[in-house]
T-cell receptor, first 110, second 117 residues
Framework: TQLLEQSPQFLSIQEGENLTVYCNSS?????LQWYRQEPGEGPVLLVT?????EVKKLKRLTFQFGDARKDSSLHITAAQPGDTGLYLC??????????FGTGTRLQVFP | GAVVSQHPSRVICKSGTSVKIECRSL??????MFWYRQFPKKSLMLMAT?????????EQGVEKDKFLINHASLTLSTLTVTSAHPEDSSFYIC?????????????FGPGTRLTVT
């Protein structure tokens, strides 16, 4: 079973703090995506990383794909209340199925 | 951008009845659609892969007779929860895969909240 473990499971921080979310697996993925989901809505794609070692930046968000394409991280600088949500990594398995990680629930307090 | 819609957004049904959820790709064709289930405060769990014109492929542990999937056209897939029970209450999310050249992107619908009473 291809399993994507995210850590931490929950994160509660003050506005302005930095944070990192990790997504780890023992499997190699063709590509890895990060999503954010609001309650009662579908997940929204933030970024796709494809190449081992790749780093992508999206404003205050920095995404990194591990060299072996088994893990990834999401770093948020100066978190804001609007960053609150469920963050999900998802790996593309066998170029066919998108398997989601266990999720990290982030709460940013003003 | 590519848009995926789901209907209904919320449905309440009585135990023993069946309910159908539609997933449509509005501005692109999707030969492959996926159905996910999400429990409260949990991640998305892949239920099945739906291919246009052929039978769906179900993930291990998902009852194919319970969750009927039909992908009748390149823009529509339906999930029917048959003889629903309270334990089927969940948030069901579909996604549609679009091909852009040699790359694929997967777009998600807004989800359907099913409550079985």
């Amino acid at each position: 079973t291809q399993l994507l473990e995210q850590s931490p499971q929950f994160l509660s921080i003050q506005e302005g703090e930095n944070l990192t979310v990790y997504c780890n697996s023992s499997s190699v993925f063709s590509s890895l995506q990060w999503y954010r989901q609001e309650p009662g809505e579908g997940p929204v794609l933030l970024v796709t990383v494809v190449t081992g070692g790749e780093v992508k930046k999206l404003k205050r968000l920095t995404f990194q794909f591990g060299d072996a394409r088994k893990d990834s991280s999401l770093h948020i600088t100066a978190a804001q209340p609007g960053d609150t949500g469920l963050y999900l990594c998802a790996g593309l398995w066998n170029t066919d199925k998108l398997i989601f990680g266990t999720g990290t629930r982030l709460q940013v307090f003003p | 951008g590519a848009v995926v819609s789901q209907h209904p957004s919320r449905v309440i049904c009585k135990s023993g009845t069946s309910v159908k959820i539609e997933c449509r790709s509005l501005d692109f064709q999707a030969t492959t659609m996926f159905w996910y289930r999400q429990f409260p405060k949990k991640s998305l769990m892949l239920m099945a892969t739906s291919n246009e014109g052929s039978k769906a492929t179900y993930e291990q542990g998902v009852e194919k007779d319970k969750f009927l999937i039909n992908h009748a056209s390149l823009t529509l897939s339906t999930l029917t929860v048959t003889s629903a029970h309270p334990e089927d209450s969940s948030f069901y999310i579909c996604s549609a895969r679009a091909r852009w050249g040699q790359f694929y992107e997967q777009y998600f619908g807004p989800g359907t909240r099913l409550t079985v009473t």
